[in-house]
Structure formats: C-alpha cells, structure tokens
C-alpha cells in the first residue's frame, strides 16, 4: 500500500506558478497528476515512470513539467502561466504499472488533493 501526500496548492492571479509536490511512502513505478474542476470529470494532467519517462495532456505541455525525485520518494507538478480554466483539485496517484495513457485505470493509490485557484 502506498500512501501519497500532496502539498503546495493555493490561490494564485492567472499568470501566476505553482509547485505541486506529493510525498510517497514507498516508491512507485508510475506516478501521475490528476485534476478535477467543479463540474467536470477527473482528468490526467501528467505522468512520469521510474525511469523519467514523461507523458503530457496535450493541452498542457509547455506549461506544466512533471517530475520526480525517487530517492525522496517525491513527486513534483510545475505549473506555469497558470490560467483560470486550471482551477480545480489536483491529484497524485501512482502505480506499479507501465501506463500507456493518463488514465486513472492505471493507477491503484490515490492522494486526498490539494486545491488549485485561479484568478482572473
């Protein structure tokens, strides 16, 4: 059983950076971020395997990086030139599965969240 933590969230202007960071209790192949906006239906944001292979939503590349530290067991979220449409609960989640897509199938543990927001 892995436990996931996630950190770093808050209200930030639209322009604006955060770092989002998610503390494992155990290392896991696959880790990803997930969000979900009020109203809409959780969506995978990015992901990255032990080895620092990266897969991105394409809508977000280029502004958001993801990546890991596996001796600290930590995952990371940079998010750049945030908009107000990012606004939502984001998610950690990791498994020990090789994912071919963001997709929460893959990925057996979950972290609580930590909100996001966006001002105009």
């Known amino acids: 059983q892995v436990q996931l933590v996630e950190s770093g969230g808050g209200s930030v202007q639209a322009g604006g950076t955060l770092l989002l960071s998610c503390e494992a209790s155990?290392?896991?192949?696959?880790m990803a971020w997930f969000r979900q906006s009020p109203g809409k239906k959780r969506e995978g944001v990015a992901r990255?395997?032990?080895?620092?292979?990266?897969l991105y939503d394409d809508s977000l590349k280029g502004r958001f990086t993801i990546s890991r530290d596996n001796s600290k067991k930590i995952l990371y979220l940079q998010m750049n030139d945030l908009k107000p449409e990012d606004t939502g609960m984001y998610y950690c989640?990791?498994?020990?599965?090789?994912?071919?897509?963001?997709?929460?199938?893959?990925?057996?543990?979950w972290g609580q969240g930590t909100q996001v927001t966006v001002s105009p």
């Open positions: 990255v395997t032990g080895q620092g292979n990266t």
């Open positions: 989640a990791a498994g020990d599965r090789h994912s071919y897509r963001i997709e929460a199938g893959y990925f057996d543990y």
């Open positions: 155990q290392y896991a192949y696959s």
